[in-house]
């Protein structure tokens, strides 16, 4: 006999796990299935977690070797690259653990197998023992995720080519490392390794790193980049690379086309984005859409086209992120229970987390100028900002976009020390539809960083006072 729930959710991930527990949370009774054998997803086991663990250690292993000087501290400095990486895999370990703990405490069974949908309301699973088991349901979701996108013509073994997953667990620090892709895991990871010794050359294809950011924030991006000490090659494709010798030979062209070039490297990092994964989740036979990406097609409830069969996360359109994912398992496990769910797209952060930080919520200035919306700018730099001086981390500013005639606030973009959670704030003044002015005549405490957000949301009107 079948097993029965309310919905049973295929990925734990940040979508799949945190729509469990909501649904628990709303009296539903709910399975989750990760075939990886620990729950969290991409997110907690080779995403977001790891990379944030490994930024923060290299980024004080750079500090104590090269910033502790400057404000009298004197130090030898050595890194212990196994205790760094152990240390990654500590947290990885406690916080997959506590996803099941909190799927658990939800009364959402944990299953670890490989799902498949049968016919809707109904998917298999299978254990790695080749066990099967039936489970019956009124709602499933599709929380699948992505998975690395490949470069054509590169076959990644995780040791020399690697991706986002193989340059986590490195052994040892590459005298040289080419980062294929300027987006954000290129150039966080990127930053990791530069950090901790290896010479860094980012080739990208596109005449600019980090394409989504605001202009003015990416150009000064890759200047603070460039002065660290990253080597960038842009408007540049990899055609092909020859393993064969204890260098790797990697030939590259200009986009455009053009005399080929032969780059010598020790590792090759292939970071040029993420596709949605559906494999064998038997989505075509059950009659499930997908666009031309592969991403499944849903409507702003995240109902696909067949009843009872929804989609969350990486899996369908939107920014690939885990807070994305997050936001819409709420929305989906509350649409199942019969409330009324809903994310709004125009208030998503996103945050590079290198040193300074990068972090933008709302429109760039490129995307109201092609709107044809008039909008004002305020902008505060961080040299001007008292707690930018003691922490010595003035690199950078804020930039406020609000529109011209009513003032709401429609951007707020941040290259800066903590820009990842100053964000926060413009986020939160986004999502109530405040005006630059509800921003400038809120009291911050002093020194802090925020105050840069206040003086950037004065000078909107033209009343920055600390400049
Ligand atoms: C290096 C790196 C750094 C990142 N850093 C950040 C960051 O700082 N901030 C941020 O917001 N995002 C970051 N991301 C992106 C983030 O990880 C994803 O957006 C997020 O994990 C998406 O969540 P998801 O639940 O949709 O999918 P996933 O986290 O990919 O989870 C899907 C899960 O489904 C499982 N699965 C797939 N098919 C089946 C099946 N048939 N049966 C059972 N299980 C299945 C997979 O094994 C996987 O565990 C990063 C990604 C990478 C690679």
Redo the contacts with the bound molecule.
Sequence with gaps: MAEQFDAVV???????YNAAIRLGQLGLKSAC????GRFG???L????IP??ALLFASERFEEAKTEFAKIGIRCEVSLDLPGMMKQKDKVVGELTKGVEFLLKKNKSEAIV????ILSPGKVEVTGADGSTRILETKNIII????EVMPLPGVTPDETRIVT?TGI?ALKAVPKRLLVVGAG??GL??GSVWRRLGAEITVVEFLDRITPGLDNEVGKQFQRILTKQGMKFQLSTKVVGVDAKGPALKVTVEPAAGGAPQVIETDVMLVAIG?RP?TA??GLVEAGVTLDTKGRVITDTHYKTNVPGIWA????REGP??????EDEAVACAERIAGRAGHVNYDAIPS?V?TMPEVASVGKTEEELKAAGVAYKIGKFPFTANARAKTIVSTDGFVKILADAATDKVLGVHIIGPEAGNLIAEATLAMEFGASSEDIARTCHAHPTLTEAVRQAAMGVEGWTMQM
């Design positions: 295929i990925g734990g991930g940040p979508g799949g299935i990760d075939s990886r997803g991409t997110c086991n080779v995403g977001c990379s944030k197998g490989t799902a498949k929380a699948t995720g992505s986002s986590l954000v895991i966080e990871l993420r994964y064998g989740l969350i996360g990486d899996c690939m992120l885990a807070h994305k994912a945050v987390y």
